[in-house]
Antibody
Framework: EVQLAESGGGLVQPGRSLRLSCSGS????????LSWVRQAPGKGLQWVGS??????????QYAASVRDRFTISRDDSKRIAYLQMNSLKSEDTAVYYC??????????????WGQGTLVTVSS | EIVLTQSPATLSLSPGERATLSCRAS??????LAWYQQKPGQAPRLLIY???NRATGIPARFSGSGSGTDFTLAITSLEPEDFAVYYC?????????FGPGTQVDIK
C-alpha cells in the first residue's frame, strides 16, 4: 500500500525556519517526483513546489510566492523528501501536504497524498 | 500562469441527482487536467486525470470530459459520500495551478 506521511509542522515565529519531512512507503520512492501542496485555513489548494526523480535530474520547481525562501530536497536512500522553509511569513500558515506525482518528471497530477501537517506562523 | 476558474462556487443537490461541475482554463491545457475530491479534515483524492481517465478505485458514476479550455466533471447519481469540495488542476505548465473549488452540498 502506498503511503506518505508528513511530519515537522508546528508553531513558528515570523522570520524563522522550519523543515518538513515526507516519508514514503509501499512504492519505489526514487522513481517518482514528489510535490508539496498547501492549504491555508478555509482556503483552496496551492501548489508549493516539486522535485523530480533522479532519473529526470532531481531538480525542483517552485511557486513564485515561495521561490528563494523554500527548498525541496530528497534522500531516496531514506525514502524521505524535505521542505526547508526559511523566512517564514504569516501567509505561509497552512496545512502542508506531500503528494506523489503520477509522472516522474514532476509536471503532473497527484495520485497519493499524505495526511498533511499544520504549520502556523505567528508571534 | 494558467488560471483555472470553477463554476458554480456552490452546488446544492439532493442524493440521487446528477451533478455537473465546470472548470475553465485561461489558456489551453490540452487534456492535461485533473479533478480531486476533498472532504473536511482529509487530504484531496484524485478522481480524474488527463481530463477523462478515472483514477484507481474511483466509481464509474464519476466522469470527466473536455479539452483545451473547457472541462466538466459529472457525477451521475450523487451518493451521500459525494458531498465534498471538488478541485481541478492543470499540469500543462509550471506553475501547477488549482481551481478555487466547487462545494457540492446537500440540498
Amino acid at each position: 500500500e502506498v503511503q506518505l506521511a508528513e511530519s515537522g509542522g508546528g508553531l513558528v515565529q515570523p522570520g524563522r525556519s522550519l523543515r518538513l519531512s515526507c516519508s514514503g512507503s509501499g512504492f519505489s520512492f526514487g522513481d517518482f517526483a514528489l510535490s508539496w501542496v498547501r492549504q491555508a485555513p478555509g482556503k483552496g489548494l496551492q501548489w508549493v513546489g516539486s522535485i523530480r526523480s533522479k532519473d529526470f535530474g532531481g531538480s525542483s520547481q517552485y511557486a513564485a510566492s515561495v521561490r528563494d525562501r523554500f527548498t525541496i530536497s530528497r534522500d531516496d536512500s531514506k525514502r524521505i523528501a524535505y521542505l526547508q522553509m526559511n523566512s517564514l511569513k504569516s501567509e505561509d500558515t497552512a496545512v502542508y501536504y506531500c503528494a506523489r506525482a503520477r509522472r516522474p518528471q514532476g509536471l503532473g497530477d497527484f495520485d497519493y497524498w499524505g495526511q498533511g501537517t499544520l504549520v502556523t506562523v505567528s508571534s | 500562469e494558467i488560471v483555472l476558474t470553477q463554476s458554480p462556487a456552490t452546488l446544492s443537490l439532493s442524493p440521487g441527482e446528477r451533478a455537473t461541475l465546470s472548470c475553465r482554463a485561461s489558456q489551453s491545457v490540452s487534456s492535461y487536467l485533473a479533478w480531486y475530491q476533498q472532504k473536511p479534515g482529509q487530504a484531496p483524492r484524485l478522481l480524474i486525470y488527463d481530463a477523462s481517465n478515472r483514477a484507481t478505485g474511483i466509481p464509474a458514476r464519476f466522469s470527466g470530459s473536455g479539452s483545451g479550455t473547457d472541462f466538466t466533471l459529472a457525477i451521475t447519481s450523487l451518493e451521500p459520500e459525494d458531498f465534498a469540495v471538488y478541485y481541478c488542476q492543470q499540469r500543462t505548465s509550471w506553475p501547477l495551478t488549482f481551481g478555487p473549488g466547487t462545494q457540492v452540498d446537500i440540498k
